[in-house]
């Protein structure tokens, strides 16, 4: 039996979860130009224009860019097929190999795959590449935590382009496209894999060192079961070895693709979340994955691995990744660690309605999203929607309700083993579990909000902040701020009409959408703490719920406010704002460029001792 693999976990692989050994990376330096295709520039991909990293430090705005260098695919033979992977390009993409185009992709945060074979130029050692992108920064576009000019409040600074890893691969006449792998915690497993090219051969796939090997016909899926197979947790993070063949008639390997398998089981029961049939309490820190020389890209795997761990020796279960879908390398390290991950859609500008156009875009990235990564174990939970930005008003709207179902509709089609939060924060509509945000800093009131919430109808009453000001106010002040900043079209969008839609009605449910007594799903403060420690940040130009002292004082306060929310009867989990500082946000656990701002070992100490630690499984804290 082979668990947790440890020569393929060091991989550098632009995605170790689906890799194949012919292949070759294209990151470095690239020709570059904005506007039009001179070139006369060098950048450094994947790093985006906008950052230090890239080489280019250009954030004024340009709508177009170009991207040109020769490669040389791995050694490929008459038949074989050749295929270029880019990670993520923001926001649309047309690739041209050699003159001739060969794909184009809408999406800014998923991955695409052009099969460049037919376009290879057979006379060549070598071959150009050439991308052109464009990035318009509309507000119909979904761009997550992107802000058109500068940062302000909440949004920080753009990326544009190329912002993960471009690599080549090898595949025989036909190929695995996809695959969809079920594992559960009794060691069940099935496998359905699509496939490009032919529709008769067989697929093959071993778990571990041959501990079980299952044949089929490729389209018909493969189920088993490895008897005796260890279940994946935060605890014991169990991983086998996966290779999933492609023969012909012959048994010869058209193609073959490497991962791994976690073995677990995720599932709601009443208002209990359970992990391998026991109740799962989480410990969540709010992930934003930007850095200072990088922003949207990690600066490198390492990077990436230092999150996780910094997360996991603080004693966090893992990670509520907010506005972001995370290079897979995250994700494969998170299932090697043991940390858990809600993935989450990134949302359109603030007040723009996810409608027509918009919304297909939303559904089409969120699907090549859910396809890329439901095959992880660290996933728990997917999140389409966030504070209603897209469908702002949903309280009174009821197109906007419908926009919700129906986006939660595709996402249980496209994964059933997971439960779906619909709306993150408030104005549920259709939910597997209640989550809620609430920067109170009034562990008393924090805790009295929401004890015994849905026996009071689920009235939360009034959100305050930590200086005591409403939503209203706060939402008010940020609107004239913002107003100030961007340039139109956005700052049009900001009259009376927008203003009002843009007060959020903090309802835990949306009109109509109230669940029968004891059928609503688990609890969870999906946003709580956002206290600011100014360490190198000039405290005139900070975003942040309130204001800690030292590191004293925010351990102080971290620890009262989730003691609090831990002696919340039905409470089964929150997640703190947030792991680390992002440009004007200063609420982190460490500085923008991770610098922990408390010794991850004081936090460990910290929630060891706090309600959900000293009870047993299944038991509630209190």
Known sequence: MSTSPTA?????HPRPDRRRERWVGLDGTWEFSFDEPTFDTTIVVPFVPQCVRSTVAETARHDVLWYRRRFSPPGHGPGERVLVHFGAVDFTATVWVDGTEVGRHRGGHTSFTCDVT?????????????????????PDQLR?????TFPFFVHYTASSGIWQSVWCEVTGPSRIDTYRLTADADGTVSLDVDVVGEQFATVRMVIGESDLVLEGAAGSGLRGRLVGARTWSPADPALYDLRVDLLDAHGTALDTVYGHVGFRTVAIEGARWLLNGEPFHQRLLLDQGYWPDS???PPSTD???ADLTFVRDAGFDGVRKHQKIEDPRFLWHADRLGLVVWEELPSPFWLAHLEGDLEHDATAEWTEAIRRDRNHPSVIAWVPLNESWGVQDLHRVPARVDTVRRLVAVTRALDPTRPVIDNS???????DVVDVHDYDQDAERLAARWTDIEARGWDRGPAIDGTGSSDADDIDAALRRWRAFVDPPEAALVDDRWM???????AVWAPGCEPAPRTAGPLVLSEIGGIGLAVDANPDDVFEYASARDADDLLARFTALVDAVERIPGVVGWCWT??????????????????????PARLRATLDRLPWSRVAIGRSPG
């Not at 924060?425 to 939910?431: C, F, N």
């Not at 009002?500 to 903090?506: N, S």
């Not at 947030?578 to 010794?599: F, H, M």
């Open 118 to 138: 037919d376009a290879l130029d057979p006379g060549a050692d070598d071959h150009e590449l050439r991308v052109q992108v464009l990035d318009e920064y509309r």
């Open 425 to 431: 924060g408030w104005g549920h509509v259709d939910t």
């Open 500 to 506: 009002i839609e843009a007060l959020p009605d903090t």
């Open 303 to 305: 990077a990436l691995i």
């Open 295 to 297: 922003l949207l890209t």
């Open 8 to 12: 393929a976990a060091t991989t550098d």
């Open 144 to 148: 997550g935590k992107q802000t058109m």
């Open 578 to 599: 947030e792991l680390a500082d992002v440009e004007q946000e200063i609420n982190g656990l460490s500085t923008a460029d991770r610098r922990a701002k408390i010794d």
